[in-house]
C-alpha cells in the first residue's frame, strides 16, 4: 500500500538560508509525487510534480525536488528562504495502485525567522 | 478566474442543520474530488468522480454524507443533521483525466455551533 511520511512536523530557518524538507514514500508502482503549499487559510497550490521524467524537478517560488528511487526519497529544497515562504507543505504520492488517488503526507510547517 | 471554485467560503450552521455546498471545477476537467481537512492535518479523501460516474465513494465518513455531480460539471457535497466533528475545511479539486495531479478550490470552511 502506498504512504508518505514527511519526516519533519515543523521546519524553522532564518530567511536567506537553505531550506529541506523532507519525505519519504512506499509505492509498489511507478509513482507520480507532488508538492503542494498551503498558506494560513488559502487552499493548496501545486509546487511541483514528479512523473517519471526528469528525476531533478522545478517548481515554482525557486522550489525544487528530487526523486530517489533507491532511498524512495523526494525532499523538497530551496537555496534561499523568504518571509513568503512561511505555510505547510504536503507531499502526495499517487500511483496505479491507489487508482492515481492521491496519498497524503501529514504535512511540515516551514517556519521562517526574520 | 478559470481555476475551482467553492461556494460559499464560510458557512456557519446550527447542530442538526443540513448544509450543501457547491464546487465547480477548471472547465473540461473531467475528475472532481472531494477533501475534508481539519485543523493541523493534511486533507482527508472523501469521494471522487469521473464525468458523472461517482467511482469511489466508500471513504465518505458516514451515510450523512453524499455527493453528486449530475451533469459532469458542478457537484455539490450534502451533510444531514451536522453534528460538531463535521466542522472542517472542506475542499474540492479537479483534474483532466490521465494527469495525475488535483488543482485545489479556496474550500469551505464549516462551522457547527
Known amino acids: 500500500a502506498q504512504s508518505v511520511t514527511q519526516l519533519d512536523s515543523h521546519v524553522s530557518v532564518s530567511e536567506g538560508t537553505p531550506v529541506l524538507l523532507r519525505c519519504n514514500y512506499s509505492?509498489?508502482?511507478?509513482?507520480?509525487l507532488f508538492w503542494y503549499v498551503q498558506h494560513p487559510n488559502k487552499g493548496l497550490q501545486l509546487l511541483l510534480k514528479y512523473t517519471s521524467a526528469a528525476t531533478l524537478v522545478k517548481g515554482i517560488n525557486g522550489f525544487e525536488a528530487e526523486f530517489k528511487k533507491s532511498e524512495t526519497s523526494f525532499h523538497l529544497t530551496k537555496p534561499s528562504a523568504h518571509m513568503s515562504d512561511a505555510a505547510e507543505y504536503f507531499c502526495v504520492v499517487s500511483d496505479w495502485d491507489s487508482n492515481y488517488q492521491l496519498i497524503w503526507g501529514a504535512g511540515t510547517k516551514l517556519i521562517i525567522k526574520p | 478566474d478559470t481555476g475551482v471554485s467553492q461556494n460559499p467560503r464560510h458557512k456557519i450552521t446550527k447542530r442538526g442543520q443540513n448544509v450543501t455546498f457547491r464546487c465547480d471545477p477548471i472547465?473540461?476537467?473531467?475528475?472532481l474530488y472531494w477533501y475534508r481537512q481539519t485543523l493541523g492535518q493534511g486533507p482527508e479523501f472523501l469521494t471522487y468522480?469521473?464525468?458523472?460516474?461517482?467511482?469511489?465513494k466508500s471513504r465518505l465518513l458516514s451515510d450523512r454524507f453524499s455527493a453528486e455531480r449530475p451533469k459532469g460539471s458542478f457537484s455539490t457535497l450534502e451533510i444531514q443533521r451536522t453534528e460538531q466533528g463535521d466542522s472542517a475545511m472542506y475542499l474540492c479539486?479537479?483534474?483532466?483525466?490521465?494527469?495525475?495531479?488535483?488543482?485545489f478550490g479556496q474550500g469551505t470552511r464549516l462551522t457547527v455551533v
Open positions: 509505492s509498489s508502482y511507478s509513482p507520480s
Open positions: 468522480f469521473q464525468n458523472e460516474a461517482q467511482l469511489e
Open positions: 479539486a479537479s483534474s483532466p483525466t490521465g494527469f495525475p495531479e488535483a488543482f
Open positions: 472547465s473540461e476537467h473531467n475528475r
